[in-house]
C-alpha cells in the first residue's frame, strides 16, 4: 500500500528559530492535514489544506504556523518562531477524498524546542 | 461538536485471551467511526471504520467493532489476543468541515493494550 512519508523523523531546535516539517502525501490524494500529539495527550487535529488554500484550521493553528504545497508533491508546516509548547509528534495525513474516507497517516516527526 | 471517551487508558490481557477495547462517542448526527493503531515508532494505521452500513464493523488483523447507537458506544474487540497487537489504540470520530466536504478527526485519548505471554 502507498504510504504518507514524513521527514525528518525527529527534529531538535532551539526556541524561537523556525522550522519546516515535509510530508509527501500519496500522489492522487486531494485532501491534506496535519496533526499533533504532544506528550501524554489526545492527537488533535491541527489543519486542512484543499485545492491550495486552508479548509479548515484550529484555534492552535495560529499566525505562527503556515502550510504550503510548493511543488505538488510535498506539503510543508512551518512554525515561524518555535515555542516550548510546540514540542510534540506531528503527523501528516492524506486522503483521496473528503467526507467519511479514512485518511492515511504519516509515521511522524517528533519536534522537540530546547 | 463531536467527541469520543474511551474509558480504558491501559488494558492488560494475555495472550490468546479476548480484547475489549471501549469507546463512547458523543455526536449530534449521525457520526463516523474509525479506530486507528499506532505501534511504537509507527505511524497511524486504520483498523477499520463506519460510516452508516452495517452496524458490526470488520477490520484488519481481526478486529471487529460494534456500532451501538442505544448505548453510544463502538467498542473494539478480537477474539484472540495476539503479542504482535500490543500497541496504542484510538476510536476517532469524524467531524464535518464547514467548506470543501473535508473532514477532521477528533482522537480519543488512546488506549495503550498489553498482551502478556
Known amino acids: 500500500e502507498p504510504e504518507v512519508t514524513q521527514t525528518p523523523s525527529h527534529q531538535v531546535t532551539q526556541m524561537g528559530q523556525e522550522v519546516i516539517l515535509r510530508c509527501v502525501p500519496i500522489s492522487n490524494h486531494l485532501y491534506f492535514y496535519w496533526y499533533r500529539q504532544i506528550l501524554g495527550q489526545k492527537v488533535e487535529f491541527l489543519v486542512s489544506f484543499y485545492n491550495n488554500e486552508i479548509s479548515e484550521k484550529s484555534e492552535i493553528f495560529d499566525d505562527q504556523f503556515s502550510v504550503e504545497r510548493p511543488d505538488g508533491s510535498n506539503f510543508t508546516l512551518k512554525i515561524r518562531s518555535t515555542k516550548l509548547e510546540d514540542s510534540a509528534m506531528y503527523f501528516c495525513a492524506s486522503s483521496d477524498q473528503g467526507i467519511d474516507e479514512k485518511l492515511l497517516f504519516g509515521s511522524g516527526t517528533q519536534l522537540s524546542v530546547l | 461538536a463531536q467527541s469520543v471517551t474511551q474509558l480504558d487508558s491501559h488494558v492488560s490481557v494475555s495472550e490468546g485471551t479476548p480484547v475489549l477495547l471501549r469507546c463512547n462517542y458523543s455526536?449530534?448526527?449521525?457520526?463516523?467511526l474509525f479506530w486507528y493503531v499506532q505501534h511504537p515508532n509507527k505511524g497511524l494505521q486504520l483498523l477499520l471504520k463506519?460510516?452508516?452500513?452495517?452496524?458490526l464493523v470488520k477490520g484488519i488483523n481481526g478486529f471487529e467493532a460494534e456500532f451501538k447507537k442505544s448505548e453510544t458506544s463502538f467498542h473494539l474487540t478480537k477474539p484472540s489476543a495476539h503479542m504482535s497487537d500490543a500497541a496504542e489504540y484510538f476510536c476517532v470520530v469524524s467531524d464535518w468541515s464547514d467548506r470543501w466536504g473535508a473532514q477532521k478527526l477528533v482522537f480519543g485519548q488512546g488506549t495503550r493494550l498489553t498482551i502478556n505471554p
Open positions: 455526536s449530534s448526527y449521525s457520526p463516523s
Open positions: 463506519y460510516t452508516s452500513a452495517a452496524t
